[in-house]
């Protein structure tokens, strides 16, 4: 069985600053990891995933995430906040030969003028 | 090229009530999901479908859920009778074909936000 946990529902930067969303995993197998990104009223976009290629994935928007298998994390990270960034992010893991992906319960990122 | 299809939106129901909720995938997509989201919490898979083949469906309470998907394309998610905790965002999904590779990267639809009084 895998799980996700994302530590902070809440996220508060100021615009320009660094953005970071902290995703742990725990998995028995080696894990698929995926960073979804979620605005008001619209289904999730995929931000982002590791299948076991690099271990530091770029995804759109300028958005990062880096594959940390001794802290088994996964955490997000942007340079540079900017408004748009304002929504709500879900970490999700898969395992391999399986399609069902387990969430974690988000964060929600405010960006501050 | 379109992205996954929802409808209805929004829908308020009255408890006991039925509802149905239908999804059209992007074309190609063989496989097909159905998620539950509820307030403050991430998704959770109800059912997966590979062409017309529900393939997992061990979430989908089945006493007043059903689903279909005939011809392996759309699909619909139905709850009779609708209870006060079905309420939720019914998120659809779907990706190319989970056989050619795994957790290939799905695709989600709006969703539809279901208030049931």
């Known amino acids: 069985a895998q799980s996700v946990t994302q530590l902070g529902s809440h996220v508060s930067v100021s615009e320009g600053a660094l953005v970071l969303l902290r995703c742990n995993y725990s998995?028995?197998?080696?894990?698929?990891l995926f960073w979804y990104v979620q605005y008001p009223n619209q289904g999730l976009q995929l931000l982002l995933k590791y299948t076991s290629a690099a271990t530091l994935v770029k995804g759109i928007n300028g958005f990062e995430a880096e594959f940390k298998k001794s802290e088994t994390s996964f955490h997000l990270t942007k340079p540079s906040a900017h408004m748009s960034d304002a929504a709500e992010y879900f970490c999700a893991v898969g395992v391999f030969g399986n399609e069902k992906l387990t969430f974690g319960t988000g964060t929600r990122l405010t960006i501050i003028p | 090229e379109a992205g996954v299809v929802q409808s209805p939106r929004y829908k308020i129901i009255e408890k006991k009530q039925p509802v149905a909720f239908w999804c059209n995938p992007i074309s190609g997509h063989n496989t097909l999901y159905w998620y539950r989201q509820n307030l403050g919490q991430g998704p959770e898979l109800l059912i997966r479908?590979?062409?017309?083949?529900?393939?997992?469906d061990s979430q989908l309470p089945k006493d007043r859920f059903s689903a279909e998907r005939l011809k392996g394309v759309d699909s619909t998610l139905k709850i009779q009778p609708a209870e006060l905790g079905d309420s939720a965002v019914y998120l659809c999904a779907s990706s190319l074909d989970s056989r050619q590779e795994s957790t290939d990267t799905q695709y989600f639809g709006p969703g539809t936000r279901l208030t049931v009084l």
């Open positions: 479908y590979e062409n017309e083949e529900a393939v997992d």
């Open positions: 998995s028995s197998v080696p894990p698929y």
